[in-house]
């Protein structure tokens, strides 16, 4: 089948990027053609471009129509919308709070998913769709890519912050003295750090213990490290047997990141590794977590709206044009601040620090 993903940016290795060249490729290696369109091309569109996958900025450069749209982030979907009148969709929320998964309705979405519990909150609570509307389909890791290490240390010797939004000005050098206080060596990987890093699997199974949420965290959890779920948003706590479950339903994410990041609570968080607790989350997340599991449900979904489409099924919540005008209100203040964090990361970096002091003095 032919198949159109949406998301704004395809730049770098955050979240839905990731997500997004992942699907890709193996979609294409199952024998479909698939093809991106976005707002802000960089290294990683090369990537995919270089892989054979068509990613574009210009509609009008798509070499297919597509069967199905597999779309996330609103404007990119409000966009190809417009240009696709008569294609079914099914329409993605990743994240909580972010103005570009504020979620919309349009006829031609067939089914509305979250990739977590919190997420169907922003359908349901927020935004009044019903909860039998929405499906769970969790994240995934790609074991092929990270893979459990054969060896798990007794105790931790050496931990990694596996986050694009932490450096030195935000949480790290908390995490840095918490470790330090334990003798255990730190590092730091992602964007904002300055320290991006394009293949994560080949240096995760190194570390015996991960700061991370989402993806990250399940990525980190796969190879066989301890993670404790901590981010911008604060700190949810060492994952364990008895709460994986109940973390995976969220995400890893913002929902559970309840306490404060001090060196106190992270020291404590640290206390709680455990090399037969590793043991046990990394099985739980290999087996409930497979990237290919995933992938197969998601062809389902798409067989089964391509069908309904035809057979004239359409959507259960329809759009209107003040709707629409109120998506592109709610955006336009993250879309400048995405391109000026893409095309000038210094100057981005430099507002976000005066809007802290202002928000601190305010």
């Keep these: ?23 890709a490729i193996e979609l294409t290696n199952r024998g479909h053609s698939v093809e991106i369109f976005t707002f802000f091309k960089g290294k990683l569109a090369q990537e995919l471009i270089e892989k054979g996958i068509n990613v574009t900025s210009d509609l009008r450069q798509l070499k297919l129509t597509p069967d199905i749209i597999h779309a996330h982030h609103n404007i990119a979907a409000l966009k190809v919308l417009s240009f696709f009148k008569f294609t079914p969709v099914v329409y993605f ?18 089914k509305y998913i979250a990739v977590d519990y919190n997420c169907k909150e922003r359908y349901c609570i927020e935004n009044g769709f019903k909860e039998k509307d929405i499906e769970v389909v969790y994240n995934w890791a790609n074991v092929d890519r990270f893979r459990l290490k054969q060896k798990i240390n007794s105790h931790p010797k050496k931990a990694l912050v596996f986050s694009n939004y932490l ?17 255990i060596e730190i590092e730091i990987i992602g964007s904002l750090s300055g320290n991006p890093c394009t293949k994560p699997e080949q240096i995760l199974s190194k570390y015996d213990l991960v700061f991370a949420k989402a993806k990250a965290a399940i990525e980190a959890m796969a190879t066989g490290a301890a993670v404790i779920v901590c981010d911008y948003r604060g700190l949810g706590g060492m994952v364990t047997s008895s709460n994986v479950k109940h973390f995976r339903d969220f995400n890893f994410g913002m929902k559970l990141m309840s306490k404060e990041p001090t060196k106190n609570n992270l020291i404590e968080e640290i206390k709680k590794y455990d090399s037969s607790e590793i043991i046990k989350v990394s099985e739980y997340i290999i087996k409930e977590s497979d990237f290919l599991s995933v992938v197969s449900r998601l062809e389902v979904i798409y067989t089964e709206l391509i069908l309904e489409f ?11 044009f003040f709707r629409n005008i109120f998506i592109y209100k709610v955006v336009l203040r993250s879309l400048i601040l995405t391109q000026i964090r893409l095309r000038c990361p210094k100057l981005f970096i430099f507002l976000r620090s005066v809007f802290k002091k202002f928000k601190r003095n305010f």
Excluded: Q, W
């Excluded at 929320?93 to 067939?110: C, E, G, M, Q, V």
């Excluded at 030195?168 to 918490?178: L, S, V």
């Excluded at 035809?310 to 209107?320: A, D, L, Q």
């Design 167 to 183: 450096d030195e000005n935000n949480i790290y050098p908390e995490i840095k003295e918490a470790c330090v206080e334990l003798g």
């Design 93 to 110: 929320i990743h994240d909580r709070t972010s103005a570009f998964d504020y979620p919309f309705r349009h006829k031609n979405i067939l």
């Design 1 to 23: 089948m032919n198949i159109l993903i949406t998301n704004i940016v395809v730049f770098e290795y955050t979240g839905t990027e990731t997500y997004v060249k992942e699907l």
């Design 310 to 320: 035809k057979n004239e099924k359409r959507g259960n919540y329809n759009s209107t």
